[in-house]
């Protein structure tokens, strides 16, 4: 039943975090200087809204991760992926062609499949790992520091890069509160950090670590960063670290044949999403969703 639960609550925030960063890249246009702010219209309004709904998503975490563990909360994430297409076809007007609609198909498949077989398996009780947790920490930091470095000095693979450094975050920080709300609610959580207790310390870091992932969201999409490129990406990665995360920091902890096969057909729907993509110096014929 709390397996459920997480699932329920994990359906509940990728929905809600979906329309908020279709309302954000809808709404980003207010940070051109080329039109005044009459000439913006509602979209100063609209993208308040979304970043609103998207601080909101912390609730939803923290209430999740109570009941089941991060990789459980995050498996049903990409289903909120149908909203963030409609959203951007229908109001954004951006184009979709028929491998990116594949593609979202298979992360949507892949993603419920995660969600099934953790539902069908049981979970991961291990004890944490700390001298792994802190050495997976620091190679992150690095790698994303120079992942992103490259990304905003030469402009290459913005969506890409933004989205899946964002995704990996978020996912990061499900797993943080997790471990910090393993042993303690809410407020002996925090209360904890008075004690210097470690786990408290790792709960609060874990709003760091989604405090830049939606941060990075917005760069992505302020530098011109498709919402259906970007948020696809970010999905995949939302998915699968907690799920690497825990395999890495948590003693005995295992992945399935069939979490394996789920997240290699995530894997494949996020290339076709953005290999395939149309780019000026590439164009192809875009078959348009009615």
């Not at 601080?55 to 109570?66: D, P, S």
């Not at 959203?87 to 892949?110: P, Q, R, V």
């Not at 539902?119 to 004890?127: K, L, Y």
């Not at 509160?177 to 407020?187: A, D, P, Q, W």
């Amino acid at each position: 039943m709390t397996v459920v639960l997480g699932l329920i609550f994990g359906i509940v925030n990728t929905l809600v975090l979906h329309l908020a960063k279709a309302m954000e890249r809808h709404g980003i246009e207010i940070f051109s200087r080329k039109k005044s702010f009459k000439e913006k219209g509602k979209k100063p309004l609209i993208y308040i809204i979304g970043f609103v709904l998207n601080n909101t998503v912390v609730i939803w975490q923290i209430i999740g991760t109570t009941f089941a563990s991060a990789a459980v909360f995050s498996s049903v994430f990409g289903l909120g992926l149908i909203l963030l297409m409609l959203y951007s076809h229908y109001i954004l007007h951006e184009e979709i062609d028929i491998t990116e609609l594949i593609g979202a198909i298979l992360i949507i498949i892949g993603t419920t499949m995660v969600g099934f077989f953790y539902i069908m398996e049981p979970q991961i009780t291990g004890t944490i790992n700390y001298v792994n947790f802190f050495m997976l920490i620091l190679i992150m930091i690095v790698l994303f520091s120079v992942l992103i470095g490259f990304s905003w000095k030469t402009k290459i693979a913005i969506a890409f890069i933004f989205g899946a450094v964002a995704g990996t975050l978020g996912g990061m920080d499900n797993v943080l509160k997790r471990i910090g709300l393993t042993s303690s609610n809410f407020i002996e959580a925090f209360a904890g950090v008075f004690q210097l207790e470690l786990d408290s310390f790792i709960f609060l870091f874990s709003f760091l670590a989604g405090f830049f992932g939606m941060i990075l969201t917005q760069i992505g999409f302020a530098k011109g960063a498709d919402a259906s490129r970007l948020v696809p990406m970010y999905n995949s990665l939302y998915i699968v670290a907690p799920v690497l995360f825990e395999l890495v920091i948590i003693n005995g902890a295992i992945v399935s044949m069939g979490i394996t096969f789920s997240i290699i057909i995530i894997i494949i729907g996020v290339f076709m999403m953005n290999i395939f993509k149309k780019t000026e110096n590439n164009p192809q014929k875009k078959i348009i969703l009615e």
